[in-house]
């Protein structure tokens, strides 16, 4: 018999070497605020405009849309909204089915029921940890039918409208041949990039790819706006009906409170756009901290026996958002131990979700063989990744 | 022929002698930051507590739930995600009919369609500027059946399963005899107070007669957060009901992420709560306040033909969020030229809503004799009633 050769203490002392354990406990993710924020937000004090309108509401989402390289970018109270006006525009609706990777946050799964769609779980894959294309497109070709330029799932007899990828921790999922895999198959991509500001696929910005995309700000992002979110479009129109929606869908008039629509009042508040505002303008110090946070990590790891340090994609720049430890899957058994005692003393770490098809609300909800997904919920481990480590 | 006695100028005239007019334009209602904003926000930079947990999350709802004497209150993204999850935890499902006024903003409408309920409108008086509770006993009267407990609208053969006032710019309803035509037909009252913090009906907060009701802090109330808003309650499970579902609903454990149902990502982030219990503290100065500029305008109006101040009914304390003029019947067709006039020179004025059965998406929709509305509809006027003027 091998002998195992996994010691939890070899990741203790990794971790405590990348990380400045003097200084007490250590978040997973906590906020930075080095620089106009307090400006800013006092301006939003000062002058009144703390609201639904204002020019750091303005500036935001200018500046995303800059940043991200899309036409237009609208600022919402948080990214769960932005992924329900998202799917919502891309024509989601009543009894449609919506594939997502069943390794993804909650938020991904639930806008789409917001709609009144049904989420239908696909695999993903160990070079991303996100979707993995190949094996939904082998997956599609068996179980639908395109007909009316729609694509119907022959076992349910419903639509699949659309396909939400996540960019888990901020890694891109192989984008190309998702693009290839929607359009063969007729169906609306909708990049939840709610991790990977600052993520590249390829040279270009992540969020590009989709019909729309989304961005999240929670305290725990890389940027944090105390809660927020965006929705990224290249389509002018979509952009429009997006900023329209998220507010009271009220018809320009000097007085008279027309709408026109049904509205959902996602609007970002100006004096969390104004610490949008602030935070951005640190972004890139922010990504270059987290690279060299994730090149410390690798270096450490490097010599651990069953661990592995999870790096970004050949055909990716990450923003590192989130850094994960990969057990060896015989090592998978050692995750509660290691989780147990890096939380025992003050280094905070978490085990990635559990898998979507596994939550009571979802458990009828069509899936494919989510065999890798299955394997890597037990694998992973994040690891502190605060820009100021 | 009676001559028409009406002048625009002795409205403009009565205005200009309430109002700051030297210190130009004048809106609405503007928010006033005069007390530990600026403290308490810098507390949650400096702390990095900016997300949506936090210390003021949990001041801002205990000090709101002592202030309008509910067991429970939730602090949430803004009003309209309030009474979303009140319709929802007070059992509104797809399908149900929810009777609501005409006249009221559009958020109380589209929260029903949230849950997939169809609005039913009812009438307003004139007594209160909301729902007539008489009016509504004799209608359900005539078009409903209550059977196993539940009331069944005759005519369109769905559960009509609540009811939702709405403080009319903060004056009560008549909640009392509203009660009871809830109790007689089995229906559910949920308080939509978003304009009536500060406001009493008989003494006691409104707010503490539905089974939930709702607060709104967006820019515009009598207090800010920015965007914000709050559910109250005084079940104390349905309170705790309330908090898991504006969460992830996210079943408490040191790291693993299981979720037990759909939740709504909802909560007011830390930064906007730290507002909240800054202006919260100032809440009795601005009632104050705002009494003051009523009684004014109450004296420079009573010498002006064909205009009423409008005032709290006798059974009301009221907050006066929004003062209202009420043009007489006779003298409606000068609506228009009125608020052409003072917003020309720079006193803010404004119609009230378009009554919401008028509009594209409601057309549909079942509906009392709203003749009361209709006429209100063209009569209401409101004028500047921020808390510094």
């Given at each position: 018999?091998?002998k195992d050769l996994?010691d939890?203490?070899?990741?203790?002392?990794?971790?405590k070497?990348?990380?400045?354990?003097e200084?007490g406990?250590?978040?997973l993710?906590e906020p930075h605020?080095?620089g106009?924020?307090?400006?800013y937000v006092?301006?939003?004090?000062?002058?009144?405009?703390?609201?639904s309108v204002g020019k750091?509401?303005d500036?935001?989402e200018?500046e995303?849309a800059a940043?991200?390289g899309v036409k237009?970018a609208v600022?919402?109270v948080?990214?769960?909204a932005a992924?329900?006006v998202a799917?919502?525009?891309a024509?989601?609706?009543?009894?449609?089915e919506?594939?997502?990777p069943?390794?993804?946050?909650?938020?991904t799964?639930?806008?789409?029921t917001?709609?009144?769609?049904?989420?239908?779980f696909?695999d993903s894959?160990?070079?991303t940890?996100?979707?993995?294309?190949y094996?939904?497109a082998e997956?599609?070709k068996?179980i639908t039918?395109?007909r009316?330029?729609s694509?119907?799932?022959?076992?349910?007899g419903?639509r699949?409208k659309?396909?939400?990828p996540?960019?888990?921790f901020g890694h891109?999922v192989d984008?190309?041949?998702?693009?290839?895999?929607?359009?063969?198959?007729?169906l609306?991509?909708?990049e939840d990039a709610a991790?990977?500001l600052?993520?590249?696929?390829?040279g270009?910005?992540?969020?590009?790819?989709?019909?729309?995309?989304?961005?999240?700000?929670?305290g725990?992002?890389?940027i944090t706006?105390?809660?927020?979110?965006?929705?990224?479009t290249n389509d002018?129109?979509?952009?429009?009906?997006?900023?329209?929606?998220t507010t009271?869908a009220?018809v320009p008039?000097?007085?008279?409170f027309?709408?026109d629509?049904i509205g959902?009042n996602?609007r970002?508040?100006n004096?969390n756009a104004a610490?949008?505002c602030a935070?951005l303008e640190?972004l890139p110090?922010?990504?270059?901290?987290?690279?060299?946070?994730?090149?410390?990590y690798?270096?450490?790891?490097?010599?651990?026996i069953?661990?592995?340090?999870?790096q970004?994609?050949?055909?990716?720049?990450s923003n590192?958002?989130?850094?994960?430890?990969?057990?060896?899957?015989?090592y998978?058994?050692?995750?509660d131990a290691?989780l147990?005692s890096?939380?025992?003393?003050g280094?905070m770490?978490r085990?990635v979700?559990?898998l979507?098809?596994?939550l009571?609300?979802?458990?009828?909800c069509?899936?494919?063989?989510v065999?890798?997904?299955?394997e890597?919920?037990?694998?992973?481990?994040?690891?502190?990744?605060?820009?100021?480590l």
């Open positions: 018999m091998k996994f939890v203490n070899n990741v203790m002392q990794a971790l070497k990348c990380l400045p354990t200084q406990k250590i978040g993710h605020f080095g106009n924020e307090w400006k006092k301006d939003c004090l000062d002058t009144g405009w703390v609201s750091y509401v500036q935001f200018q995303l940043y991200t237009k600022a919402v948080n990214g769960t992924l329900h799917l919502k525009l024509g989601v609706i009543k009894d449609d919506v594939i997502v069943t390794l993804t946050f909650i938020a799964t639930n806008a789409i917001y709609c009144g769609a049904m989420p239908h696909a894959e160990e070079r940890l996100g979707l993995d294309p094996k939904l997956y599609l068996d039918e395109v009316d330029n694509c119907f799932n022959k076992k349910t419903r699949i659309a396909v939400v996540m960019h888990t891109p984008l190309d041949p998702l693009v290839e895999v929607c359009q063969r198959f007729k609306e991509l909708i991790e990977s600052g993520s590249f696929y390829k270009r910005h992540t969020g590009n790819w989709g019909k729309l995309s989304t961005l999240s700000f929670n725990n992002k890389t706006t105390g809660g927020g979110g965006a929705i990224l002018e129109e979509l952009g429009k009906m997006a900023k329209y929606i009271t009220k008039h000097k007085w008279n027309y709408h629509q959902f996602y970002l508040p004096i610490l949008g935070q640190q110090g922010f990504l270059a901290r987290k690279r060299v946070l994730a090149q410390k690798k270096a450490c790891f490097s010599s651990v069953g661990v592995d340090f999870f970004e994609p050949a055909f990716a720049q590192y958002w989130l850094n994960a430890l990969i057990l060896e899957g015989s998978k058994k050692y995750r290691i147990e890096t939380n025992n003393c280094i770490t085990p979700w559990i979507m098809h596994k009571p609300m979802f458990l009828a069509p899936k494919m063989d065999s890798v997904a299955e890597l919920e037990n694998r992973i481990i994040n690891i502190p990744s605060s820009v100021f």
